[in-house]
Protein backbone atom coordinates (compact mmCIF):
# COMPACT_ATOMS: atom_id res chain seq x y z
CA UNK A 1 0.00 0.00 0.00
CA UNK A 2 3.06 2.44 0.37
CA UNK A 3 2.38 3.46 -3.28
CA UNK A 4 -0.82 5.76 -5.16
CA UNK A 5 -2.06 2.78 -6.78
CA UNK A 6 -2.26 0.84 -2.84
CA UNK A 7 -3.95 3.75 -1.55
CA UNK A 8 -6.52 4.48 -4.89
CA UNK A 9 -7.55 0.38 -4.84
CA UNK A 10 -8.85 0.52 -0.88
CA UNK A 11 -9.97 4.03 -1.27
CA UNK A 12 -11.67 2.67 -5.00
CA UNK A 13 -13.32 -0.45 -2.84
CA UNK A 14 -14.80 1.85 -0.01
CA UNK A 15 -16.57 4.12 -2.38
CA UNK A 16 -18.03 1.46 -4.50
CA UNK A 17 -19.25 0.15 -1.26
CA UNK A 18 -19.96 3.26 0.20
CA UNK A 19 -21.89 4.28 -3.27
CA UNK A 20 -23.77 1.15 -3.07
CA UNK A 21 -24.97 1.06 0.28
CA UNK A 22 -26.06 4.77 -0.31
CA UNK A 23 -28.39 4.01 -2.97
CA UNK A 24 -29.86 1.07 -1.30
CA UNK A 25 -30.60 2.82 1.86
CA UNK A 26 -32.25 5.87 0.34
CA UNK A 27 -33.93 4.02 -2.11
CA UNK A 28 -35.28 1.43 0.29
CA UNK A 29 -36.13 4.50 2.81
CA UNK A 30 -37.97 6.47 0.00
CA UNK A 31 -40.02 3.04 -1.22
CA UNK A 32 -40.87 2.51 2.80
CA UNK A 33 -42.20 6.14 3.21
CA UNK A 34 -44.09 5.43 -0.06
CA UNK A 35 -45.65 2.13 1.10
CA UNK A 36 -46.71 3.63 4.59
CA UNK A 37 -48.08 6.95 2.94
CA UNK A 38 -51.88 6.81 3.68
CA UNK A 39 -51.58 4.37 6.36
CA UNK A 40 -53.61 3.96 9.70
CA UNK A 41 -51.86 4.61 12.76
CA UNK A 42 -51.78 1.84 15.22
CA UNK A 43 -53.68 1.39 17.97
CA UNK A 44 -51.72 2.64 20.40
CA UNK A 45 -51.59 5.55 18.23
CA UNK A 46 -47.89 5.13 16.84
CA UNK A 47 -47.39 4.91 12.47
CA UNK A 48 -46.04 2.34 10.74
CA UNK A 49 -42.37 2.01 10.62
CA UNK A 50 -41.15 2.39 7.23
CA UNK A 51 -37.81 1.57 6.94
CA UNK A 52 -35.59 -1.52 8.17
CA UNK A 53 -31.57 -1.42 7.81
CA UNK A 54 -29.99 -5.47 7.02
CA UNK A 55 -26.21 -5.06 6.79
CA UNK A 56 -25.85 -6.43 3.45
CA UNK A 57 -28.46 -5.47 0.48
CA UNK A 58 -29.92 -7.56 -2.26
CA UNK A 59 -29.50 -6.91 -6.13
CA UNK A 60 -33.10 -6.41 -7.07
CA UNK A 61 -32.37 -8.33 -10.86
CA UNK A 62 -31.07 -11.49 -8.69
CA UNK A 63 -32.84 -11.50 -4.81
CA UNK A 64 -31.72 -14.87 -4.16
CA UNK A 65 -28.28 -14.48 -4.49
CA UNK A 66 -25.97 -12.58 -2.33
CA UNK A 67 -23.99 -11.03 -4.78
CA UNK A 68 -22.90 -8.18 -1.88
CA UNK A 69 -21.34 -10.99 0.04
CA UNK A 70 -19.54 -12.52 -3.15
CA UNK A 71 -18.49 -8.63 -4.40
CA UNK A 72 -16.94 -8.19 -0.95
CA UNK A 73 -14.68 -11.37 -1.36
CA UNK A 74 -13.42 -11.13 -4.94
CA UNK A 75 -12.56 -7.52 -4.28
CA UNK A 76 -10.99 -8.07 -0.99
CA UNK A 77 -8.70 -11.34 -2.36
CA UNK A 78 -7.83 -9.41 -4.82
CA UNK A 79 -6.12 -6.56 -2.59
CA UNK A 80 -4.76 -9.48 -0.41
CA UNK A 81 -3.13 -11.07 -3.36
CA UNK A 82 -1.91 -7.42 -4.61
CA UNK A 83 0.00 -7.02 -1.42
CA UNK A 84 1.39 -10.47 -1.42
CA UNK A 85 2.85 -10.51 -4.58
CA UNK A 86 4.27 -6.97 -4.25
CA UNK A 87 5.64 -7.94 -0.72
CA UNK A 88 8.33 -10.37 -1.97
CA UNK A 89 12.03 -9.41 -2.95
CA UNK A 90 14.50 -11.83 -4.41
CA UNK A 91 11.74 -14.28 -3.01
CA UNK A 92 11.81 -13.39 0.62
CA UNK A 93 8.47 -11.55 1.96
CA UNK A 94 10.44 -8.44 3.55
CA UNK A 95 7.47 -5.56 3.10
CA UNK A 96 6.14 -6.41 6.31
CA UNK A 97 3.45 -3.30 6.19
CA UNK A 98 2.09 -5.49 3.30
CA UNK A 99 1.22 -7.83 6.40
CA UNK A 100 -1.26 -5.71 8.03
CA UNK A 101 -2.27 -4.46 4.35
CA UNK A 102 -3.24 -8.31 3.76
CA UNK A 103 -4.82 -9.16 7.57
CA UNK A 104 -7.40 -5.73 6.94
CA UNK A 105 -8.73 -7.44 3.38
CA UNK A 106 -8.72 -10.93 5.38
CA UNK A 107 -10.96 -9.85 7.79
CA UNK A 108 -13.01 -7.62 5.34
CA UNK A 109 -13.30 -11.00 2.97
CA UNK A 110 -14.77 -12.60 6.34
CA UNK A 111 -17.45 -9.87 6.01
CA UNK A 112 -18.41 -11.04 3.04
CA UNK A 113 -18.44 -14.60 4.15
CA UNK A 114 -20.73 -14.19 7.06
CA UNK A 115 -23.38 -11.93 4.61
CA UNK A 116 -23.36 -14.59 2.45
CA UNK A 117 -23.72 -17.36 5.46
CA UNK A 118 -26.55 -15.23 6.96
CA UNK A 119 -28.05 -14.69 4.08
CA UNK A 120 -28.56 -18.65 3.40
CA UNK A 121 -30.02 -18.72 6.42
CA UNK A 122 -27.08 -19.58 8.78
CA UNK A 123 -28.42 -20.91 12.59
CA UNK A 124 -26.36 -18.74 14.64
CA UNK A 125 -26.70 -15.47 17.04
CA UNK A 126 -28.61 -12.81 15.97
CA UNK A 127 -26.59 -9.63 13.86
CA UNK A 128 -23.32 -12.11 13.02
CA UNK A 129 -23.58 -10.09 9.78
CA UNK A 130 -22.78 -6.65 11.76
CA UNK A 131 -20.74 -8.00 14.30
CA UNK A 132 -18.39 -8.84 11.80
CA UNK A 133 -18.01 -5.93 9.74
CA UNK A 134 -17.47 -4.63 13.08
CA UNK A 135 -14.43 -6.26 13.33
CA UNK A 136 -13.74 -5.59 10.54
CA UNK A 137 -13.58 -1.90 10.90
CA UNK A 138 -11.93 -2.65 14.10
CA UNK A 139 -9.05 -4.51 12.87
CA UNK A 140 -8.33 -2.10 10.41
CA UNK A 141 -8.40 1.05 13.09
CA UNK A 142 -6.19 -0.97 15.23
CA UNK A 143 -3.63 -1.66 12.32
CA UNK A 144 -3.34 2.20 11.51
CA UNK A 145 -3.03 3.05 14.84
CA UNK A 146 0.08 0.83 15.12
CA UNK A 147 1.27 1.58 10.93
CA UNK A 148 2.52 5.24 12.01
CA UNK A 149 6.06 4.54 13.96
CA UNK A 150 9.15 6.44 12.49
CA UNK A 151 6.75 8.90 9.87
CA UNK A 152 7.32 12.28 9.19
CA UNK A 153 4.58 14.88 10.86
CA UNK A 154 2.44 15.41 7.24
CA UNK A 155 2.67 11.48 7.04
CA UNK A 156 1.31 11.33 10.61
CA UNK A 157 -1.49 13.38 10.26
CA UNK A 158 -3.31 12.44 7.07
CA UNK A 159 -3.26 8.66 8.37
CA UNK A 160 -4.47 9.76 11.79
CA UNK A 161 -7.74 11.28 10.06
CA UNK A 162 -7.71 8.10 8.26
CA UNK A 163 -7.81 6.70 11.33
CA UNK A 164 -10.60 8.87 13.24
CA UNK A 165 -12.74 7.98 9.75
CA UNK A 166 -12.58 4.05 10.30
CA UNK A 167 -13.25 4.29 13.92
CA UNK A 168 -16.63 6.48 13.29
CA UNK A 169 -17.30 3.87 10.54
CA UNK A 170 -17.23 0.79 13.55
CA UNK A 171 -19.64 2.99 15.55
CA UNK A 172 -21.78 3.79 12.74
CA UNK A 173 -22.10 0.14 12.19
CA UNK A 174 -22.62 -0.75 15.45
CA UNK A 175 -25.31 2.02 16.04
CA UNK A 176 -27.41 0.82 13.38
CA UNK A 177 -27.19 -2.42 14.41
CA UNK A 178 -28.71 -1.40 17.35
CA UNK A 179 -31.68 0.41 15.88
CA UNK A 180 -32.27 -1.10 12.63
CA UNK A 181 -36.12 1.12 12.02
CA UNK A 182 -34.00 4.13 11.80
CA UNK A 183 -32.25 5.62 8.58
CA UNK A 184 -29.67 7.62 10.29
CA UNK A 185 -27.46 5.18 11.35
CA UNK A 186 -27.61 3.46 8.04
CA UNK A 187 -26.87 6.62 6.58
CA UNK A 188 -23.85 7.60 8.84
CA UNK A 189 -22.24 3.85 8.08
CA UNK A 190 -22.56 5.45 4.17
CA UNK A 191 -20.86 8.84 5.46
CA UNK A 192 -18.17 7.38 7.00
CA UNK A 193 -17.65 4.67 4.46
CA UNK A 194 -17.58 7.03 1.70
CA UNK A 195 -15.22 9.50 3.90
CA UNK A 196 -12.34 6.76 4.45
CA UNK A 197 -12.89 6.02 0.45
CA UNK A 198 -12.14 9.54 -0.76
CA UNK A 199 -9.62 10.19 1.97
CA UNK A 200 -7.79 6.79 1.32
CA UNK A 201 -7.21 8.31 -2.48
CA UNK A 202 -6.27 11.68 -1.47
CA UNK A 203 -3.68 10.12 1.38
CA UNK A 204 -1.95 8.36 -1.88
CA UNK A 205 -1.92 11.62 -3.92
CA UNK A 206 -0.21 13.43 -0.61
CA UNK A 207 2.38 10.88 -0.10
CA UNK A 208 2.79 9.46 -3.92
CA UNK A 209 1.63 12.59 -5.78
CA UNK A 210 2.20 11.17 -9.04
CA UNK A 211 2.05 13.95 -11.37
CA UNK A 212 3.04 17.25 -9.71
CA UNK A 213 5.60 18.31 -7.23
CA UNK A 214 5.67 16.22 -3.87
CA UNK A 215 4.47 18.09 -0.27
CA UNK A 216 6.73 18.50 2.29
CA UNK A 217 5.79 16.15 4.92
CA UNK A 218 7.88 18.18 7.85
CA UNK A 219 6.32 21.74 6.90
CA UNK A 220 3.73 22.77 9.02
CA UNK A 221 2.20 24.72 6.51
CA UNK A 222 1.55 21.52 4.56
CA UNK A 223 0.04 19.89 7.42
CA UNK A 224 -2.92 23.03 7.58
CA UNK A 225 -3.29 22.28 3.87
CA UNK A 226 -3.87 18.64 4.60
CA UNK A 227 -6.26 19.48 7.62
CA UNK A 228 -8.18 21.95 5.40
CA UNK A 229 -8.52 19.08 2.44
CA UNK A 230 -9.86 16.65 4.91
CA UNK A 231 -12.66 19.43 5.88
CA UNK A 232 -13.26 19.65 2.73
CA UNK A 233 -13.69 15.50 2.39
CA UNK A 234 -16.04 15.96 5.43
CA UNK A 235 -18.11 18.58 3.34
CA UNK A 236 -17.70 17.25 -0.06
CA UNK A 237 -19.62 13.69 1.30
CA UNK A 238 -22.39 15.59 3.03
CA UNK A 239 -23.20 17.70 -0.11
CA UNK A 240 -22.83 14.46 -2.24
CA UNK A 241 -25.28 12.48 -0.20
CA UNK A 242 -27.88 15.17 0.29
CA UNK A 243 -27.82 15.59 -3.77
CA UNK A 244 -28.04 11.67 -4.45
CA UNK A 245 -30.72 11.61 -1.52
CA UNK A 246 -32.80 14.39 -3.31
CA UNK A 247 -32.79 12.63 -6.62
CA UNK A 248 -33.52 9.29 -5.83
CA UNK A 249 -36.56 10.94 -3.12
CA UNK A 250 -37.64 12.48 -6.86
CA UNK A 251 -37.40 9.19 -8.51
CA UNK A 252 -39.80 7.12 -6.10
CA UNK A 253 -42.32 9.95 -5.75
CA UNK A 254 -42.56 9.33 -9.98
CA UNK A 255 -42.91 5.90 -9.52
CA UNK A 256 -47.01 4.41 -9.82
CA UNK A 257 -47.85 2.48 -6.45
CA UNK A 258 -47.62 -0.86 -8.20
CA UNK A 259 -43.78 0.24 -8.95
CA UNK A 260 -43.43 0.70 -5.50
CA UNK A 261 -44.40 -2.32 -4.39
CA UNK A 262 -42.70 -4.51 -7.32
CA UNK A 263 -39.50 -2.89 -6.21
CA UNK A 264 -40.16 -3.78 -2.69
CA UNK A 265 -40.89 -7.36 -3.27
CA UNK A 266 -37.92 -7.04 -5.53
CA UNK A 267 -35.89 -6.52 -2.76
CA UNK A 268 -37.52 -8.75 -0.07
CA UNK A 269 -37.35 -11.31 -1.94
CA UNK A 270 -40.66 -11.92 -3.14
CA UNK A 271 -42.19 -11.79 -7.35
CA UNK A 272 -45.43 -9.57 -6.05
CA UNK A 273 -46.25 -7.51 -3.33
CA UNK A 274 -49.74 -6.05 -1.48
CA UNK A 275 -49.64 -2.60 0.51
CA UNK A 276 -49.56 -5.17 3.58
CA UNK A 277 -47.41 -7.15 2.29
CA UNK A 278 -44.98 -4.58 1.80
CA UNK A 279 -45.35 -3.31 5.49
CA UNK A 280 -44.71 -6.68 6.46
CA UNK A 281 -41.36 -6.71 4.47
CA UNK A 282 -40.03 -3.87 6.38
CA UNK A 283 -40.47 -4.81 9.28
CA UNK A 284 -43.45 -2.90 10.67
CA UNK A 285 -43.79 -3.96 14.31
CA UNK A 286 -42.20 -2.26 17.55
CA UNK A 287 -38.96 -1.28 17.13
CA UNK A 288 -35.82 -2.99 18.14
CA UNK A 289 -33.43 -1.51 20.32
Not at 55 to 78: D, M, Q, S
Not at 132 to 137: E, P, Y
Not at 211 to 231: G, I, R, Y
Request: hydrophobic letters at 45%.
Amino acid sequence: MGTFLGHVLPGSFFILYASWLMFHVFTKYFLGQRAVAGTTTRENGSSPTAYKSTCAHVFPCCPRIPLEGVFKIVLTLIGFLGELITGFEDGVFVHYGNAQHMTMYSFFGMSGAFDILVFRGLRAPPNLDYITLIIAFAIEALLFGYHLHGRTPLDIQVHMFMLYAIIFCAVATAIEMMYKRKVLPALMRVYFVMLQGTWFIQVGSILYMPLTTPWDENSHTHMMLATVLFCCHIGGVFLLMASVGWILSRRVKKMLSTSVYCQLGRRTDKSKMTQAEALDALGDSEEEV
